[in-house]
């Protein structure tokens, strides 16, 4: 326990943005002492800038091209808001990759790092250093960057359901709810990302699992975006990486937290989390709630290891939609990969197949219209989804800005 309110977690402090050429890892980092492996499919020698940026098969664009295709940056294009910059829809020639007048070609996403934000130069170095060489159904594709004078942009394939945070926890008619069997598919594509990540190829811990790092594509296929942060794993015998801890508040495994030993068990506590909030439909951080309840894991910890008082978790805009044996697995797996001590948390390869057989038994069950077996509980009991007031959901926009809360962004940790 202990990792959500932790006395050590500062405030976010400027990471380097220098951008003069030096020696970096695979993840864009400065090199440290451990060795490597060289077994791994990707180059394990440290790039320069200039190598990553050459090697990476990716376009590179002038910063006056990426304006024109976003029609000048213009604020009505935004897609969304990170600690990186904001996001802004543009458009560029599907076969070319040239730029095109705005509302014509293929639809992207362009990234556009603020000046002044502290996710800086070396997290753009480190998404275009994995992005760039890593592809898998269940990862962002990566199409261009621009790096010229001060400004640093990346252009993405464009992902039209947005995060899954956004439909987990914004209101409004834009944002569809997720059903039972929407949360499943989400939470293995998501989950198969991670696994492709942490495999012997690729040895990659990604550092920041999070709703608003998955975004989903029009058939709400699961994509990781943002390896701003990720790391090589550990190679020969060593057991962890040493790093500053960086993350995100409420996703950070407590190890990790109190030591900086970075671990691919560290990715699994924050998929825990990430499943607790598909469950629940509740922040893994909300300062509005009563004490004892802003910290979802310290609350539903509780209730997850139990079977009886399991629907105490669950998201009541779920009701009807799941079995009670459905609800009980993916809390158990949840409270698994939760484990305070690393060694007890399921792999990744693991969560995929618990994910896969829970999917299975929901699509049967779907196709043999057996609603009828399914539970007819009052998710928490309290009478409102995501702990909200019924008001919130129906659309009371006081309510809705009174219960607004602050999106959570990767920062310096400890
Ligand atoms: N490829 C994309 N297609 C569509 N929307 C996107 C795409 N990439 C990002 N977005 C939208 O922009 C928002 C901001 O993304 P961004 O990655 O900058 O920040 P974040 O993930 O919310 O926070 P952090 O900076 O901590 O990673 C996302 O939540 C999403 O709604
Ligand atoms: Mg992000």
């Known amino acids: 326990m202990g990792a959500c309110w932790s006395s050590r977690i500062k405030s976010v402090s400027p990471s380097n943005t ?165 949360r499943l598919k989400i939470s293995l594509g998501a989950a198969r990302g991670l696994a492709f990540l942490h495999s012997t190829e690729t040895k990659v811990i990604y550092r920041d699992f999070k709703t608003s790092n998955i975004l989903l594509d029009t058939n709400y296929n699961a994509k990781l975006s ?25 996703y950070a495994a407590p190890e990790y937290l109190a030591t900086g030993h970075l671990t691919a068990k560290s990715d699994v506590y924050s998929f825990g989390v990430v499943l607790l909030e598909m469950l629940s439909g509740r922040r893994a951080i909300d300062k509005n709630r009563p004490s004892g309840e802003q910290c979802l894991v310290e609350w539903a910890k509780p209730y997850l290891s139990n079977k009886r008082r399991v629907f105490r978790v669950m998201d009541s805009r779920l009701e009807g939609q799941y079995s009670l044996t459905q609800a009980q697995r993916a809390a158990t797996l949840a409270f698994q990969c939760l484990a305070v001590e690393p060694k007890y948390r399921p792999n990744m390869d693991e969560v995929v197949r618990a994910l896969e057989q829970l999917r299975e038994s929901n699509n049967d069950q779907v196709k043999n219209g057996d609603h009828k077996k399914r539970s007819r509980v009052s998710g928490s009991g309290l009478g409102h989804h995501n702990g909200l007031p019924a008001s919130t959901s129906k659309g009371s926009i006081d309510a809705a800005k009174k219960f607004n809360y602050p999106r959570p962004s990767a920062s310096l940790l400890y």
């Open 18 to 182: 220098g951008f003069t050429s030096r020696s970096v890892s695979r993840d864009g980092y400065d090199i440290h002492s451990n060795s490597r492996n060289s077994s791994a499919s990707i180059p394990m020698t440290p790039r320069s800038e200039g190598e990553i940026l050459q090697s990476s098969n990716l376009k590179s664009y002038s910063y006056n091209e990426l304006k024109m295709a976003t029609k000048n940056f213009c604020p009505d294009s935004v897609l969304g808001e990170g600690g990186f910059g904001s996001v802004f829809k543009g458009w560029i020639d599907e076969h070319s990759l040239a730029v095109t007048r705005a509302g014509t070609g293929m639809v992207v996403a362009v990234k556009k790092l603020n000046q002044e934000s502290f996710q800086g130069h070396k997290e753009w170095l480190a998404e275009i250093n994995y992005l760039g060489q890593l592809q898998h159904p269940n990862l962002v594709k990566l199409i261009g960057y621009c790096l010229e004078d001060q400004h640093r942009l990346l252009v993405y394939e464009y992902m039209p359901k947005g995060s899954v945070e956004n439909h987990l926890f914004r209101r409004g008619s834009h944002f569809q709810q997720l059903s039972w069997t929407l």
């Open 226 to 250: 943002d390896f701003g942060l990720a790391r090589d794993g550990p190679t020969g015998d060593k057991s962890h990486v040493s790093t500053r801890v960086m993350g995100t508040h409420g």
